[in-house]
Each structure stands twice: as structure tokens, then as C-alpha cells.
């Protein structure tokens, strides 16, 4: 079993739903909880990270993180075309990133 | 605008040959990563360095995978030899060591080993 699991989806919304990602791990001692988004043939780039237990709302995107039951979420309100892309779940341990499969969504104009 | 910078950015080759990519991490950040991904795997870590030291290799297959970092500008993943298996996006991260697991990606290299 990996230590993050992530449904790769696909998942296909119209332009202005809510997408809603989430994951789940096994490591308890994970203390950052991040989220990086990956368009075709680019590399990850930073979305969200949170510390620890909570929400964090950047705009039109919101991250939570329940320690207790080790699940994590990103929530994308007004979803625009452009948000079309892969959003991958990261965590770390010992400053080694575990990454989640990453869910593939497109946003349908 | 500061970023990653890998070489090359495709490469095509076959079973048997050397492949080494490149990368520049980005000016002031004193950790870098190397990272493989496939539709299989995902995501792996392959190694990573900090002030030019090796920290963590145990990603990498060591008989034929070797990570160096000459200089601060510059680090270096070698395969040899390569296998069909070796086939991915190789993407090279770098940080400021702050904690929190902010890796700035470069562009990624994709091999294709025949």
C-alpha cells in the first residue's frame, strides 16, 4: 500500500462547478500537506500547502487537511478551462516529498 | 524570473547507450531534487542533494543511475546503461531549504530509450 493514495480520475466538470480532489496516507508523522498542479508536459508547480490540521483559502482555491482522519481535500470554486490540468497531492517526512498519483481534471467551456 | 532549467528536454536513444541530463536550479536555492515519473509510478524520488552533498540516493537504481552535483549551478544525473525501462519525464527540483516542501520543477527531460 503507498503511503498517499490519490483517485487518478479522470474528472470532467463543466466550466463554473465546484471540482472537489482529495487523498489519503498512512504516515502520521506528515506535517506539511501541499498541493501542486502539473499541466501537459510541464513540471509541478506549488498550489497550496498547509501546516498541520486546517484550511487555507488562496482565491478560488481551498485546501484542508484532517490530521485525525488523514485525509486531505482541494476544493476549486468557478472552475475555468484554464484549471484544466493534473493536481497532484504531496506530503512530507523528513523534508522527502511523497506525491499521490495526481487526478487529472478538465474543465469544459 | 528565476527557474529550473533542464537539458535536454527530449531525448530519444537506445538500450545500451549513456544518457546524462542536466539541470540549474535556481540561484540561492541549495537543495535540489531529482525525480522520475511514469503513468505507472507516478511521482518517485530518485535523489536529492543539499549544499552540493548527496543527502539520499536510495530511490535511484545504483548498478546503472548516479547523481552528481559539480557546483552549485549545476547538477547531473547519469544513466548507464540505459534500458528500455528507463523510459519517463525526469524532472529536477530545487528549494530553499525552508521546511515546508516548496520545490520549484524544471520543465522535466523525457527519455525514450529503443
Known amino acids: 500500500q503507498k503511503e498517499v493514495e490519490q483517485d487518478p480520475g479522470p474528472l470532467s466538470v463543466p466550466e463554473g462547478a465546484i471540482v472537489s480532489l482529495n487523498c489519503t496516507y498512512s504516515n502520521s508523522a506528515f506535517q506539511y500537506f501541499m498541493w501542486y498542479r502539473q499541466y501537459s508536459r510541464k513540471g509541478p508547480e506549488l498550489l497550496m500547502y498547509?501546516?498541520?490540521?486546517g484550511n487555507k483559502e488562496d482565491g478560488r482555491f481551498t485546501a484542508q487537511v484532517d490530521k485525525s482522519s488523514k485525509y486531505i481535500s482541494l476544493f476549486i470554486r468557478d472552475s475555468q478551462p484554464s484549471d484544466s490540468a493534473t493536481y497532484l497531492c504531496?506530503?512530507?517526512?523528513?523534508?522527502?516529498?511523497?506525491f499521490g498519483a495526481g487526478t487529472t481534471v478538465t474543465v469544459r467551456a | 524570473d528565476a527557474r529550473v532549467t533542464q537539458t535536454p528536454r527530449h531525448k530519444v536513444t537506445e538500450m545500451g547507450q549513456e544518457v546524462t541530463m542536466r539541470c540549474q536550479p535556481i540561484l540561492g536555492h541549495n537543495t535540489v531534487f531529482w525525480y522520475r515519473q511514469t503513468m505507472m509510478q507516478g511521482l518517485e524520488l530518485l535523489a536529492y542533494?543539499?549544499?552540493?552533498?548527496?543527502?539520499?540516493d536510495s530511490g535511484m537504481p545504483k548498478d546503472r543511475f548516479s547523481a552528481e552535483m559539480p557546483d552549485a549551478t549545476l547538477a547531473t544525473l547519469k544513466i548507464q546503461p540505459s534500458e528500455p525501462r528507463d523510459s519517463a519525464v525526469y524532472f529536477c527540483?530545487?528549494?530553499?531549504?525552508?521546511?515546508?516542501?516548496?520545490?520549484?520543477f524544471g520543465e522535466g527531460s523525457r527519455l525514450t530509450v529503443l
Open positions: 504531496a506530503m512530507n517526512n523528513d523534508y522527502k516529498l511523497s
Open positions: 498547509t501546516y498541520s490540521s
Open positions: 527540483a530545487s528549494d530553499d531549504f525552508r521546511g515546508a516542501g516548496e520545490l520549484f
Open positions: 542533494f543539499r549544499n552540493r552533498a548527496p543527502l539520499d
